[in-house]
């Protein structure tokens, strides 16, 4: 595709529900990230792939949450047991290698009730 | 670990008026610095960026940026703003340190009345 695709693009979870977000990024990039950015605030680094390999994982808030990339190309951010906290807008970005533009997707807006 | 400030979180202009938004950042190292605009309804779009160079930085849509070593800052400037400027402006930073991590502030959000 032509940009980053996420998907869904909203998600309503009642609070203890596993969800899972979905990241399609731009075709050969190598690098990807998830964001995590909350109501009125910037983007905050979660976890970071290069190609399948998570090279760095030490924004991710708890144990409740895991990201993986098993080809090198899709990736799915998963949370696990949601609470209240967890309500956010969830961006994922690639680039095509290092030290070049990150393109973003339109994001996930996470809401859980 | 780096952070980055942006001072005006709301900003409302009439159409014509300049524009300045501030940020600041912190970290001793050497850094890369980013402009992103996020307009309503849309995904972060890059409107500029600095590696190295010329400290003075021009982007897409007549925007223009400058990286002010001593003060750690990279204010972003338009001399007119249009009221399709209307967007949310973060500002970022990247250490080289740091992998390809971007760092955000906080925002601005711009409002340009018509």
């Known amino acids: 595709g032509a940009g980053v695709s996420q998907s869904p693009r909203y998600k309503v979870a009642k609070r203890g529900q596993d969800v899972a977000l979905r990241c399609d990024p731009i075709?050969?990039?190598?690098?990807l990230f998830w964001y995590q950015q909350a109501l009125g605030q910037g983007p905050e680094f979660l976890t970071y792939?290069?190609?399948?390999?998570?090279?760095?994982k030490s924004g991710l808030p708890s144990d409740r949450f895991f990201a993986e990339r098993p080809e090198g190309s899709v990736s799915t951010l998963k949370i696990q047991r949601t609470q209240q906290e967890d309500s956010a807008v969830y961006l994922c970005a690639s680039l095509r290698r290092s030290n070049t533009e990150a393109f973003f997707g339109q994001g996930t807006r996470l809401t859980v009730v | 670990a780096q952070s980055v400030s942006q001072h005006n979180h709301h900003v409302i202009l009439s159409e014509a008026a300049s524009l300045e938004l501030g940020c600041n950042y912190s970290?001793?190292?050497?850094?890369?610095l980013f402009w992103y605009v996020q307009y309503p309804g849309q995904h972060l779009q890059l409107l500029l960026k600095y590696f190295s160079g010329d400290p003075l930085v021009k982007g897409i849509k007549g925007f223009e940026a400058e990286f002010i070593k001593s003060k750690f800052s990279f204010n972003l400037r338009k001399p007119s703003v249009q009221w399709s400027d209307t967007a949310e402006y973060f500002c970022a930073v990247n250490a080289n340190n740091a992998g390809n991590m971007l760092t955000f502030g906080g925002g601005t959000r711009l409002m340009v009345k018509p």
């Open positions: 970290y001793g190292g050497t850094v890369n």
């Open positions: 792939f290069q190609n399948e390999a998570q090279l760095d």
């Open positions: 075709s050969g990039h190598v690098s």
